[in-house]
């Protein structure tokens, strides 16, 4: 299974589904993860991401060689985007490819609910009042 890793300022969904999109795949799926405009009834003006990026990375790749374990798919890519970002932006593409569209699906979902939880990448959100610095993904 190829699995490609990425902690970059940009993400390009195009260049992406690109890598991804084979003809010998039957699926391909993505999950697209964008900053919001808002969070606990406040508006948000921006966030910015950090990350400890030798470890980010080791995580994602734990999770890639999981999800092959798990599910029966033939490439993952991972993509986080650090720095300021400000709503609509991208945060996180995760593309899943497999013969079967469930494989792919289940993959997908475990790989960005795996993500949220283990890799240690944080966030400062900015407010109209002030900004905190929080784990990117509770």
């Known amino acids: 299974m190829k699995a490609s890793i990425y902690i970059a300022e940009?993400?390009?969904?195009?260049?992406?589904?690109?890598?991804i999109s084979k003809p010998e795949y039957g699926a391909v799926d993505v999950?697209?993860?964008?900053?919001?405009?808002h969070t606990q009834g406040k508006k948000v003006i921006k966030l910015f991401f950090e990350c400890y990026e030798p470890m980010a990375l080791l995580e994602m790749?734990?999770?890639a060689d999981e999800a092959k374990e798990r599910f029966a798919i033939q490439e993952i890519i991972i993509h986080h985007a650090t720095g300021e970002k400000y709503p609509g932006e991208l945060?996180?593409?995760i593309a899943v490819a497999a013969h079967r569209r469930k494989a792919a699906?289940?993959?997908c979902e475990f790989a960005i609910d795996t993500l949220k939880q283990t890799v240690p990448i944080w966030?400062?959100?900015?407010?109209?009042?002030g900004s905190?610095?929080?784990a990117a993904h509770p």
């Open 91 to 93: 945060a996180v593409v």
């Open 123 to 129: 966030k400062k959100e900015f407010f109209e009042d």
């Open 105 to 107: 699906f289940e993959a």
């Open 132 to 134: 905190v610095w929080v």
């Open 10 to 19: 940009t993400i390009n969904t195009t260049d992406v589904i690109t890598a």
């Open 31 to 37: 999950f697209i993860g964008t900053v919001r405009n």
């Open 61 to 63: 790749q734990k999770i």
